[in-house]
């Protein structure tokens, strides 16, 4: 894995959900499909599909909320019903890796994170970006990190 540091900016449509962490891994992607059948209604959508999510805070805080989309190139003033748009910014530790290796990969990162002086942001949210590949999808993480932790090469 190799990590960097960005400052990125997100703009996306997207539908937003909330449930258990501990059921992400299905909730997630069961209203990833239900945006995605009503998709082509969003103008000016990029072909990147996206997620939010709300970080887990404590071993206490067992709901989160979540938001699944598309980026778009430019913010959209008019959105479908249901849907919303969403611009979410920060400074970020980043990886890049296989799909079917996401739980690793997000281990990793936040191992790489914390071995490079950084520490994460537990207000702001975590962001997935996927990515279609001829092998398979590949994901894209970017953990939220407080800005003065920053000052890595």
């Known amino acids: ?3 960097r540091i960005v400052t990125r900016l997100f703009k996306l449509v997207g539908k937003k959900g ?3 962490f501990a059921d992400f891994g299905t ?11 009503q998709s082509e209604e ?44 969403m611009e979410v910014g920060g400074n970020y530790a980043t990886a890049r890796g296989k ?7 997000h281990a990793s990162l ?8 950084c520490q994460i942001n537990l ?5 997935e970006v996927y990515h279609p590949t001829e092998a398979g999808e590949e ?3 970017f953990l939220p990190i407080l800005s003065d932790s920053t000052n890595i090469s």
């Open 1 to 3: 894995m190799k990590g």
């Open 18 to 20: 909330k449930g258990p």
């Open 27 to 37: 909730i997630v992607p069961s209203l990833a499909r239900e945006f995605m059948s």
């Open 42 to 85: 969003i103008r000016s959508a990029g072909s990147k599909e996206i997620a939010v999510f709300e970080p887990k805070k404590s071993s206490d805080h067992l709901e989160g909320e979540f938001c699944v989309g598309l980026l778009v190139k430019c913010p959209v003033q008019t959105v479908p019903i249901g849907m919303t748009y």
């Open 99 to 105: 799909m079917e290796g996401l739980t690793e990969l």
């Open 110 to 117: 936040q191992k790489w994170t914390a071995g490079n002086g």
């Open 123 to 127: 207000t702001d949210s975590i962001i």
């Open 139 to 141: 994901v894209e993480i």
